[in-house]
């Protein structure tokens, strides 16, 4: 049984799809971020960062193991089921580099659009532009690679998709695209 710490986040989101991918059994923990309980101490001893998703994994051969950051648990899920990411060579790291640039680079400029669009109470022209600017720019990388390749990682569907696809969901009712 995996306990997953969560609230409705499109970093949260992933975690579900590879727990629905991977036939895992999870309960759902919920955390209110907008009342701050991932401040709270019981949570930070899970994650320092004190961020969701986190999972708790109950049947690690170690007695309850916790993992915080979508992309490592992303990993964790995927090296425990032996799916979704090669085993070794190029096509295992061209899933990890699709992985790392949604968590590194599209996940957080959405994240910072996201956050001067809807939540900043002044409307920045230039945080505005800057940030409209990159995710353009970062949706031309994604369009790019998926007109050479059937997925992000390559030619199966990889925990790079599963990273991917609850931002592009949210921008896409956002933006109407």
């Known amino acids: 049984m995996i306990d997953l710490y969560a609230s409705t986040t499109p970093n949260v989101l992933k975690i579900i ?3 629905e991918e991977t036939e895992f059994p ?5 955390v209110n971020v907008w009342k701050g309980e991932q401040f709270a101490d019981d949570f930070v ?3 320092p960062n004190s961020k969701v998703p986190v999972i708790v994994d109950l049947d690690h051969a170690d007695g309850p193991y916790a993992v915080f950051e979508s ?12 799916r979704f990411l090669p085993a070794s060579g190029r096509d295992r790291y061209d899933v990890i580099q699709w992985l790392v640039f949604q968590a590194a680079n599209f996940g957080p400029i959405q994240g910072q659009f996201n956050h001067f669009e809807s939540y900043s109470g002044q409307r920045n022209d230039y945080a505005h532009s800057r940030y409209l600017t990159e995710l353009k720019r970062q949706y031309g990388v994604l ?3 998926l007109g050479r390749a059937p997925f992000l990682g390559g030619a199966e ?3 790079a998709d599963m990273a991917t696809f609850p ?3 949210v921008q896409s009712r956002r933006l109407g695209g």
Not at 71 to 82: G, P, R, S
């Open 17 to 19: 799809i590879m727990l």
């Open 26 to 30: 999870y309960s759902v923990k919920p």
């Open 45 to 47: 001893q899970l994650n």
């Open 71 to 82: 992309a490592a648990i992303l990993l964790y899920l995927a090296e425990k089921a032996d």
């Open 143 to 145: 369009e790019a690679r």
């Open 157 to 159: 569907y990889s925990i």
């Open 167 to 169: 931002w592009v969901l």
